[in-house]
């Protein structure tokens, strides 16, 4: 079955850089396109980035400038490179799988039919 596992989170100060990798398996990987969200404590999930089959990203305005999405096809994985964190980044980050053709840059949640466990960012201020 389809596995999504996520790592590289962990507990960093203010300003510092982490990078995420989610490492996908039993899919067709270059035939999704791949996002991550996140989920802070007490609060709903959100949109942080998403790119598309070929290569091309969207962000959520929080972290637009900080935080960079990328893939590689040939690893079957996706990153996200975290810049200038800030305390308000704190949270759990999921990446997920999208195999609808008809959606180049999903955003909402419920256009991801996959979805890793996650991985735990702490930014520390």
């Known amino acids: 079955q389809v596995q999504l596992v996520e790592s590289g989170g962990g507990l960093v100060q203010a300003g510092d850089s982490l990078r995420l990798s989610c490492a996908a398996s039993?899919?067709?990987?270059?035939?999704?396109?791949m996002g991550w969200f996140r989920q802070a404590p007490g609060k709903e999930r959100e949109f942080v980035a998403a790119?598309?089959?070929?290569?091309?990203?969207s962000y959520a305005d929080s972290v637009k400038g900080r935080f960079t999405i990328s893939r590689d096809n040939a690893k079957n994985t996706v990153y996200l490179q975290m810049n200038s964190l800030k305390p308000e980044d704190t949270a759990v980050y999921y990446c997920?799988?999208?195999?609808?053709?008809?959606?180049?840059?999903?955003?909402?949640?419920?256009?991801?039919?996959?979805w890793g466990q996650g991985t735990t960012v702490t930014v520390s201020s």
């Open positions: 997920a799988a999208n195999s609808d053709l008809r959606l180049t840059l999903p955003r909402a949640g419920s256009e991801y039919a996959y």
């Open positions: 790119i598309s089959r070929i290569g091309a990203t």
């Open positions: 039993a899919l067709t990987f270059r035939l999704y396109a």
